[in-house]
C-alpha cells in the first residue's frame, strides 16, 4: 500500500540580487510564510544555489516563481529537500515538467497550474516520489488524465475541477491509489457517473455535486469501494433517492437537504447501511416520517429538525433500529414526548434541548430502552429531575451542564441505572456534590471542577463508586486533600494538579485505594515526597515530573507499593539516580529515562543499576538511543545490566567489545540486534581481545529472533 507522509516546511527567502537563505522554524504546511523571491524566472545557476541551500528534511517553497525553463527546473531537483512547491506557476511545457521530474524528492506541489497538457503530464509521470499536487486545474483532457493517475499518489485531489466528460472520467477511475476527491464537480452526468463508478480504490468524494438524476445515482450505486460521499446534494427526488439507497458505499448522509418527501423519505428507508443522517432537515412531516421509520439500519439521525410534533413523534417512534437522535430539537413538548416513549430502541438522544419541562421528562421516563442523552441541558429543575429518576434504563447523560442545584442532585440521586454523566459540572455547591455522590450509577468524573472546598471533598469522598476524577484541579489545599483521602473507592485522578503541599500530600496518602494519579505534577518536595510515600496503594503514578532533588528521590524510593511511575524524569543529579535504585517494588517505571541512557544521559554503572532496578517487573524496558558501549568500565556497566531480572532491549546496539558483549549475554534473554551485524571493537580498557564464544542459552534465544 502508498504511504502518505507529512513533511515539515522549510521557506528559502531570497534578498535582492544575490541568493540567500532566511532558515525559519518548522511548522505546518498551513502555516508557511510565502518566500520573497528577487526574480519570478530564476537562471539555472540561481535555481541551483536555491536547491543547495534547502536542507534535508525540509520543503522547498517557491510560491512567488511565475515561470520556469527547463534548464532552471533541473537544477531545483538536485535539491535534497523532501519537496518542492511551485504553486506560483500557471504554465508548465513538458521540457521542464521533464526536468523537475527528475527530482528524488517525496511532493511537488504545482497547485497554481489551471491546465495542463498531455506531454507535460507524460513527463510528470516519470516522479519518483510519492505525492504531485495538482489541486488547482479547472480543466482536464482525457489524454492528461491517463498520464496523472500514473502517480504514485495515494489520493488524488482535483478540487478545481467544476465538470468532467465521460472519457476523462474513465481515465482518472484507472488511478491505482485509495482516494478520488473531486469535490469540485457540481453536477454528475450519467455516463460520467458510470465510469467513475468502475475506480477500484477505497473512496470517491463528490461533495460538490448539488443534484442528482436517478440514472446517475444508480450507475454509483456500482461503486464497490468502502466510501462514497455526496454531502453537497440540496435536491432528492424519490427515484434518486431509491437508487442511492442501493449503493454499499454511500455514507447514508445528506447535510444540505433542506426538504424531504414522503415518497423521497421512502426511497433513502431503502439505504442498508446502518446510519441514516438527515442534518438539512429542519421540519418534517409526519408521512415522511411514517416513510423514514421503515429504514432497517441501526440508527436515524436528524440533528437539525426545530420541531417535532406529536404525529412525527409518533411515527418515529415505529423505528425497529437501535437508536433516535433528534439533536437540533430545543424544545419538546409532552405530547410529543409521549409517543416517543414507546420507541423499542436502546437510546433516544436530545442534546439539542435546553430546557425540559416536568411533564416532558414524565413522559420520557417511560421509554423502556438503556439510555437518554440530554448533552444540551442549561438547567435541570428539581421537578424535571425527579421525574427522569423515575426512568428504568441505564444512561442518563448530562454533558452540557455547568451546575446542578442540591435539590436537583438529590433527585437524580434517587436513581437506580448504572451510568450517570455529568462532565461538564464546573462550580456547584458542596451540598449538590454530595447529593450526586451519593448516586451510585454517577460514573465519578468531574473533569471541569476547578476548585474545591474542604467540605465538598468530604462529600465527593463519600461517593461509593470505583473511581473519581478530578482532573480539572490545579490547586488543592491540604484540608480539601484530606477529606479526598477518605475517599472508598479504587482509583483517586488527580492530573490536573501542578504542585502539592507537604500537607496536602500526607492527606492524600491516607486514601486507602490502589492507585493514585498525579500524572500533571511539575514540581515536588522532598517533603510532599515523603507524605506521598506513606500511600499504602498498589500504583503511585507521577509521569509529568522531569526532575527531583535527591531527597525526594530517596523518599519516593521508600514507597511501598508494587508500581512507582516516574515516567517523565530525565533531569537527574548523581546521588537521585543512585537514591531510586533502592526502591523496592515489583515495577519501577522511568521511560523517558531509559530512553535518554546513551545519548542525553550518560551510560555509567550507577544509571545501569536504575535501569536494571526498571527493567526487574513485568514491563519491556528498551534503551532506544543506546548505540555504543564503549567506555572503560563498559564491562562492569554491561555486568550491571546483565543481572536485570525483567524484559531488557537494547536495539540500537552497534559497537561492543567482546568482553562487554560476553558479559551482557549473561543475560540470555536480553534483546539487542543478532550478533552478526555488530561492530566488535577493541576492549575500552585497554587490555587484549579475546574471542566471543556465544552461549548456548543466548544463541536460541537469537535464533527465535531471527524467526
Given at each position: 500500500?502508498?504511504?502518505?507522509?507529512?513533511?515539515?516546511?522549510?521557506?528559502?527567502?531570497?534578498?535582492?540580487?544575490?541568493?540567500?537563505?532566511?532558515?525559519?522554524?518548522?511548522?505546518?504546511?498551513?502555516?508557511?510564510?510565502?518566500?520573497?523571491?528577487?526574480?519570478?524566472?530564476?537562471?539555472?545557476?540561481?535555481?541551483?544555489?536555491?536547491?543547495?541551500?534547502?536542507?534535508?528534511?525540509?520543503?522547498?517553497?517557491?510560491?512567488?516563481?511565475?515561470?520556469?525553463?527547463?534548464?532552471?527546473?533541473?537544477?531545483?531537483?538536485?535539491?535534497?529537500?523532501?519537496?518542492?512547491?511551485?504553486?506560483?506557476?500557471?504554465?508548465?511545457?513538458?521540457?521542464?515538467?521533464?526536468?523537475?521530474?527528475?527530482?528524488?524528492?517525496?511532493?511537488?506541489?504545482?497547485?497554481?497550474?489551471?491546465?495542463?497538457?498531455?506531454?507535460?503530464?507524460?513527463?510528470?509521470?516519470?516522479?519518483?516520489?510519492?505525492?504531485?499536487?495538482?489541486?488547482?486545474?479547472?480543466?482536464?483532457?482525457?489524454?492528461?488524465?491517463?498520464?496523472?493517475?500514473?502517480?504514485?499518489?495515494?489520493?488524488?485531489?482535483?478540487?478545481?475541477?467544476?465538470?468532467?466528460?465521460?472519457?476523462?472520467?474513465?481515465?482518472?477511475?484507472?488511478?491505482?491509489?485509495?482516494?478520488?476527491?473531486?469535490?469540485?464537480?457540481?453536477?454528475?452526468?450519467?455516463?460520467?457517473?458510470?465510469?467513475?463508478?468502475?475506480?477500484?480504490?477505497?473512496?470517491?468524494?463528490?461533495?460538490?455535486?448539488?443534484?442528482?438524476?436517478?440514472?446517475?445515482?444508480?450507475?454509483?450505486?456500482?461503486?464497490?469501494?468502502?466510501?462514497?460521499?455526496?454531502?453537497?446534494?440540496?435536491?432528492?427526488?424519490?427515484?434518486?433517492?431509491?437508487?442511492?439507497?442501493?449503493?454499499?458505499?454511500?455514507?447514508?448522509?445528506?447535510?444540505?437537504?433542506?426538504?424531504?418527501?414522503?415518497?423521497?423519505?421512502?426511497?433513502?428507508?431503502?439505504?442498508?447501511?446502518?446510519?441514516?443522517?438527515?442534518?438539512?432537515?429542519?421540519?418534517?412531516?409526519?408521512?415522511?416520517?411514517?416513510?423514514?421509520?421503515?429504514?432497517?439500519?441501526?440508527?436515524?439521525?436528524?440533528?437539525?429538525?426545530?420541531?417535532?410534533?406529536?404525529?412525527?413523534?409518533?411515527?418515529?417512534?415505529?423505528?425497529?433500529?437501535?437508536?433516535?437522535?433528534?439533536?437540533?430539537?430545543?424544545?419538546?413538548?409532552?405530547?410529543?414526548?409521549?409517543?416517543?416513549?414507546?420507541?423499542?430502541?436502546?437510546?433516544?438522544?436530545?442534546?439539542?434541548?435546553?430546557?425540559?419541562?416536568?411533564?416532558?421528562?414524565?413522559?420520557?421516563?417511560?421509554?423502556?430502552g438503556g439510555g437518554m442523552l440530554f448533552n444540551g441541558l442549561q438547567t435541570l429543575t428539581p421537578e424535571a429531575a425527579r421525574e427522569?429518576?423515575?426512568?428504568?434504563?441505564?444512561?442518563?447523560?448530562?454533558?452540557?451542564?455547568?451546575?446542578?442545584?442540591?435539590?436537583?442532585?438529590?433527585?437524580?440521586?434517587?436513581?437506580?441505572?448504572?451510568?450517570?454523566?455529568?462532565?461538564?459540572?464546573?462550580?456547584?455547591?458542596?451540598?449538590?456534590?454530595?447529593?450526586?455522590?451519593?448516586?451510585?450509577?454517577?460514573?465519578?468524573?468531574?473533569?471541569?471542577?476547578?476548585?474545591?472546598?474542604?467540605?465538598?471533598?468530604?462529600?465527593?469522598?463519600?461517593?461509593?463508586?470505583?473511581?473519581?476524577?478530578?482532573?480539572?484541579?490545579?490547586?488543592?489545599?491540604?484540608?480539601?486533600?484530606?477529606?479526598?483521602?477518605?475517599?472508598?473507592?479504587?482509583?483517586?485522578?488527580?492530573?490536573?494538579?501542578?504542585?502539592?503541599?507537604?500537607?496536602?500530600?500526607?492527606?492524600?496518602?491516607?486514601?486507602?485505594?490502589?492507585?493514585?494519579?498525579?500524572?500533571?505534577?511539575?514540581?515536588?518536595?522532598?517533603?510532599?515526597?515523603?507524605?506521598?510515600?506513606?500511600?499504602?496503594?498498589?500504583?503511585?503514578?507521577?509521569?509529568?515530573?522531569?526532575?527531583?532533588?535527591?531527597?525526594?528521590?530517596?523518599?519516593?524510593?521508600?514507597?511501598?507499593?508494587?508500581?512507582?511511575?516516574?515516567?517523565?524524569?530525565?533531569?537527574?543529579?548523581?546521588?537521585?539516580?543512585?537514591?531510586?535504585?533502592?526502591?523496592?517494588?515489583?515495577?519501577?517505571?522511568?521511560?523517558?529515562?531509559?530512553?535518554?541512557?546513551?545519548?542525553?544521559?550518560?551510560?555509567?554503572?550507577?544509571?545501569?543499576?536504575?535501569?536494571?532496578?526498571?527493567?526487574?517487573?513485568?514491563?519491556?524496558?528498551?534503551?532506544?538511543?543506546?548505540?555504543?558501549?564503549?567506555?572503560?568500565?563498559?564491562?562492569?556497566?554491561?555486568?550491571?545490566?546483565?543481572?536485570?531480572?525483567?524484559?531488557?532491549?537494547?536495539?540500537?546496539?552497534?559497537?561492543?567489545?567482546?568482553?562487554?558483549?560476553?558479559?551482557?549475554?549473561?543475560?540470555?534473554?536480553?534483546?539487542?540486534?543478532?550478533?552478526?551485524?555488530?561492530d566488535l571493537i577493541s576492549e575500552p580498557d585497554g587490555s587484549p581481545n579475546d574471542d566471543f564464544v556465544i552461549p548456548e542459552g543466548?544463541?536460541?534465544?537469537?535464533?527465535?529472533?531471527?524467526?
Amino acid at each position: 500500500m502508498k504511504s502518505s507522509i507529512r513533511l515539515p516546511i522549510l521557506a528559502v527567502a531570497v534578498v535582492g540580487v544575490a541568493l540567500a537563505m532566511t532558515a525559519r522554524p518548522r511548522m505546518l504546511a498551513a502555516e508557511a510564510p510565502q518566500p520573497a523571491v528577487a526574480a519570478e524566472s530564476p537562471t539555472a545557476e540561481e535555481a541551483r544555489q536555491l536547491a543547495a541551500k534547502a536542507t534535508a528534511g525540509s520543503i522547498l517553497v517557491l510560491n512567488d516563481l511565475k515561470a520556469l525553463s527547463a534548464e532552471a527546473a533541473k537544477a531545483l531537483a538536485e535539491s535534497k529537500a523532501l519537496g518542492i512547491t511551485l504553486n506560483g506557476l500557471r504554465t508548465l511545457d513538458a521540457a521542464t515538467a521533464a526536468g523537475l521530474a527528475e527530482f528524488d524528492g517525496h511532493r511537488l506541489s504545482l497547485d497554481g497550474l489551471t491546465e495542463l497538457a498531455p506531454e507535460a503530464a507524460e513527463a510528470l509521470a516519470k516522479f519518483p516520489g510519492h505525492e504531485v499536487s495538482l489541486g488547482g486545474l479547472t480543466t482536464l483532457s482525457a489524454d492528461t488524465a491517463k498520464w496523472i493517475v500514473q502517480f504514485k499518489d495515494n489520493s488524488l485531489f482535483l478540487r478545481r475541477l467544476t465538470e468532467l466528460s465521460a472519457e476523462t472520467a474513465a481515465a482518472l477511475a484507472e488511478f491505482e491509489g485509495i482516494n478520488l476527491y473531486l469535490n469540485g464537480l457540481q453536477t454528475l452526468p450519467a455516463d460520467v457517473a458510470q465510469a467513475l463508478a468502475k475506480f477500484k480504490g477505497q473512496s470517491i468524494f463528490l461533495n460538490g455535486v448539488t443534484t442528482l438524476s436517478p440514472e446517475a445515482a444508480a450507475a454509483l450505486a456500482e461503486f464497490h469501494g468502502r466510501k462514497l460521499e455526496l454531502n453537497g446534494l440540496t435536491t432528492l427526488s424519490a427515484e434518486t433517492a431509491k437508487r442511492l439507497a442501493q449503493s454499499h458505499t454511500w455514507t447514508g448522509q445528506v447535510p444540505r437537504v433542506t426538504e424531504l418527501s414522503a415518497d423521497a423519505a421512502a426511497g433513502l428507508a431503502e439505504y442498508r447501511g446502518k446510519r441514516l443522517s438527515l442534518a438539512g432537515l429542519t421540519s418534517i412531516s409526519a408521512e415522511a416520517a411514517r416513510a423514514l421509520a421503515k429504514f432497517g439500519g441501526e440508527q436515524l439521525a436528524l440533528p437539525r429538525l426545530g420541531d417535532l410534533t406529536a404525529d412525527a413523534a409518533r411515527e418515529f417512534a415505529k423505528f425497529q433500529g437501535a437508536g433516535l437522535a433528534f439533536d437540533g430539537i430545543r424544545t419538546l413538548s409532552a405530547e410529543a414526548a409521549q409517543p416517543l416513549a414507546e420507541f423499542k430502541g436502546q437510546h433516544l438522544a436530545f442534546n439539542g434541548l435546553t430546557t425540559l419541562s416536568a411533564d416532558t421528562a414524565r413522559a420520557l421516563a417511560k421509554f423502556a430502552g438503556g439510555g437518554m442523552l440530554f448533552n444540551g441541558l442549561q438547567t435541570l429543575t428539581p421537578e424535571a429531575a425527579r421525574e427522569l429518576a423515575a426512568f428504568r434504563g441505564q444512561a442518563l447523560w448530562f454533558e452540557g451542564l455547568a451546575t446542578i442545584s442540591p435539590e436537583a442532585a438529590r433527585e437524580l440521586a434517587s436513581w437506580a441505572g448504572g451510568q450517570l454523566r455529568l462532565p461538564g459540572l464546573r462550580t456547584s455547591s458542596a451540598e449538590a456534590l454530595a447529593a450526586l455522590a451519593r448516586c451510585r450509577g454517577w460514573d465519578g468524573r468531574l473533569p471541569k471542577v476547578t476548585q474545591l472546598s474542604a467540605e465538598a471533598a468530604a462529600g465527593l469522598a463519600a461517593f461509593e463508586g470505583p473511581e473519581l476524577w478530578l482532573d480539572g484541579l490545579v490547586a488543592l489545599p491540604a484540608e480539601a486533600a484530606a477529606a479526598l483521602g477518605k475517599f472508598r473507592g479504587a482509583v483517586l485522578h488527580l492530573d490536573g494538579l501542578r504542585e502539592i503541599s507537604a500537607e496536602a500530600a500526607q492527606g492524600l496518602a491516607a486514601f486507602k485505594g490502589q492507585t493514585l494519579l498525579l500524572n500533571r505534577l511539575t514540581t515536588l518536595s522532598a517533603e510532599a515526597a515523603a507524605g506521598l510515600a506513606t500511600f499504602v496503594g498498589g500504583q503511585l503514578q507521577i509521569n509529568r515530573l522531569q526532575s527531583v532533588s535527591p531527597d525526594a528521590a530517596r523518599a519516593l524510593a521508600g514507597f511501598g507499593g508494587r508500581e512507582l511511575w516516574l515516567n517523565g524524569l530525565v533531569q537527574l543529579e548523581p546521588e537521585a539516580v543512585v537514591a531510586l535504585t533502592d526502591y523496592k517494588g515489583d515495577n519501577l517505571i522511568m521511560g523517558s529515562f531509559c530512553q535518554q541512557v546513551g545519548s542525553g544521559i550518560p551510560l555509567n554503572p550507577d544509571a545501569a543499576r536504575l535501569v536494571a532496578a526498571c527493567a526487574r517487573g513485568n514491563t519491556l524496558v528498551s534503551l532506544w538511543t543506546l548505540k555504543a558501549i564503549e567506555s572503560a568500565d563498559a564491562v562492569e556497566i554491561a555486568g550491571i545490566l546483565a543481572t536485570a531480572r525483567g524484559r531488557l532491549a537494547l536495539p540500537q546496539l552497534k559497537r561492543i567489545s567482546p568482553k562487554t558483549l560476553s558479559a551482557l549475554v549473561a543475560k540470555e534473554d536480553i534483546e539487542i540486534p543478532l550478533v552478526e551485524t555488530l561492530d566488535l571493537i577493541s576492549e575500552p580498557d585497554g587490555s587484549p581481545n579475546d574471542d566471543f564464544v556465544i552461549p548456548e542459552g543466548f544463541s536460541e534465544f537469537q535464533k527465535r529472533q531471527r524467526r
